[in-house]
């Protein structure tokens, strides 16, 4: 018994989200230890029989051990900084505690709770606890109590950085909005994604939203530690400030900027969407801003192309009135939408588009406005438009009136492409979360030296303050307004984006062209041989030839699919009910159909949501396209692929693709059943269903160890 338990022990410590932490650290154990567990300040770690098992509370005491013994190894020895150390390291663990529980389930410590709250404990409960904590680290008993005026300076501290205390699983969903809460039911956001790796999962997703690879999750954590040492040092304002211009100076060489002070951090495309129009507005005219198909960008860009606030919550935290004008925003700012597709759901000419767009900024021009032109490189179902040359050309013609951002926040070009438009004075929009696989809410606004100079002469809207700090921003005097501070969630993203672009970065481009096409022509394959599917015609990106390039492929396939009552798909599946496929397909279905299906049925399977496109035969009229994508991760790999020779983590790429088509026609002759039971998606399959998988699922759990200490070196305690 005692063997299994510390084999459970030994893969909890091999998990993802603990195997930074558990690299800084060894570990014995000691069966006779009536502690949950005891820390040497050289990085040791005594286990007693309460960390072992797969229990939740032996859970929570194996990542309360390694978050105080990564902390304590650059211990001062005062007794300021123990205390600092233990508060830290408890409300680390109080908090990855409430990530799977949410409060419904009682904390394994007395103190739990409180330390897991939104606002500090009193003084009364910090000492009752701290009595508890400090023999888990055997600190002298002279450690406590503090002096008045260290208690006085310590609860000074607490008061300023608590908010800033938590796992990186939970400092990520943070300065960005309510899509980013995860959901204790499902262990998922509202993009069907967590901050956690999925290894188990088939993603597809990248056109919408991924979850962490442990790449991107090590990268989080290894910044998530260094700040947390900042934070008990009293360093964590020049720490962030640091890492804020160590991202923009990323950026800017990553895409070729001349300087970093042209990025501008933004928490999304929305964000990035607002920021551009307060830059453009700073030519002191009334704007009208064109949006290319804003249904195939973001719900938010709208209103936010006209100076509203676009949620109910800022990213920097500001309740404010969604719908409302945002402060020093013009309200003669005006909004146009140039559409990409005609009311049966085709595409439309190219030339009409252009012609559309071309009576568009010309009118708008006359009456004395200012223009914004929003071009889209790529939408949501890989679109390119309008076209290029003929924006050019509009550029030549009003270079004073009419100012273009390009909106790349699919991010599936090669960096030429972006310096090329920076060298036209277009701004480019662009994110890490979608082809690159980063956390959801990490964008940047990337502007040409002509926007940049605007910032030296004028004023930015006053409303900003509420949305951007002035760390994420150039050093510029229009931008001594914006909110002081840092948002060190946008950080934390950046920094898991930063790990996946630069594993990308390093695979020569031969190999991308010829990885993507190779997985690309299996899965188109795939859904035109499926009668359940239908391919939505794959637009090719209208790019100038580079050499050897990758980004004149079409990396999203949109596809619609057959109604469940129809005989065929010309019958497609209506947006509503393709929601539910959409969330079906990411949860464990293994329940509602018969055993041999079983397997097929609790593969999790994450794609991106669904796009609605008009349709004369679906209900309503309104149908919707599933988009299964190619992001970075297929080209570079990922740690889970460890042990994979790249032909076979190919074909296997390859394969699970092909499974998540298999499974939405296993949805479809089963909608009945599972519709009854509507169930919902979930972080990991239920119970039981790894192990009823492919095989490569069920070891997923022993491979994601690779690299980490390894616990056969344990040393037994005494018996």
Known sequence: MKTQKLKALSQRLHAPEVKVLAGYCYFSFNEKLTLPFEVQRDGHIIFGPLCLGENAQAAFYVRHALELAFLLQDLKNTPLETVKILVVSARNAARFWLL??????????????????????????????????????????TTLPLSGPEWSHFLAWLATVWPSIGPVEALMAEGG???LNIDATTGLNHYGCSHRPRPWAVTFASSTASSLSERG??????????????????????????????????????????????????????????????????????VTTILTAPDETGSGIPLAAQGCHFAQETACGVQVEKGKLIDGFKEKSVCLVLPLRNKEGGVLPASSVVQACQVMVAEAIEKGQHVLLHVLDLSKTGLLAPDMQAIEHLAQIYPEQLDIVVDVCQARLMPERVQAYLAKQW??????????????????LLLPQSWRQRLEYTVLPSGLQ??????????????????????????????????????????????????????????????LLNPDLQLVTPFVPQRPALPQDWDRQQTILSLMVRAPEAADIDTPLDFERCRKLYQWLNADLSPYVPATDKPLAALLCHVGQPVALPHPHALKGMAAALRLSAGARLVSGEPSHNGLGLEARMVRESADAKKVLDKISLILAHWPAIA???????YRPLSGALESTDPHNAVLFGRMGQGAVTFSSLAIGPS
């Open 217 to 286: 999750f090590a990268a989080g954590e290894h910044m998530r530690l260094a700040f947390m040492k900042a934070i008990i040092e009293e360093k964590s304002d020049n720490f962030l400030t640091k890492t804020a211009d160590e991202t923009r100076k990323f950026l800017a060489d990553f895409f070729g900027l001349s300087a970093y002070q042209g990025v501008i951090l933004s928490p999304s495309g929305t964000d990035s969407a607002l920021f551009t129009l307060a830059l453009s507005g700073l030519k002191n005219r009334p």
């Open 427 to 444: 701004a480019v929009m662009v994110t890490g979360s979608k082809f690159y696989t980063g956390p959801p809410f990490c964008g940047a």
């Open 100 to 141: 799977d529980h949410d409060g419904q389930a009682p904390c394994p410590v007395t103190w739990g709770k409180a330390y897991a709250a939104q606002h500090p404990p009193s003084q009364h409960i910090l000492a009752q606890s701290l009595a508890q904590l400090l023999p888990l680290c055997n600190a002298p008993e």
């Open 177 to 179: 909005d309510g899509r």
């Open 466 to 527: 509420a949305y951007a700090h002035q760390s994420e921003w150039p050093q510029a005097p229009a931008c001594r307004g914006l909110a002081a501070g840092y948002n060190h969630g946008l950080l934390l993203r950046w920094a898991a984006a930063r790990a996946e672009m630069e594993a990308f970065a390093a695979v020569p481009v031969p190999a991308v062209q010829q990885r993507l096409h190779q997985f690309l022509h299996a899965v188109t394959q795939a859904i």
């Open 676 to 682: 009854q039971a509507d169930p919902l998606p979930s």
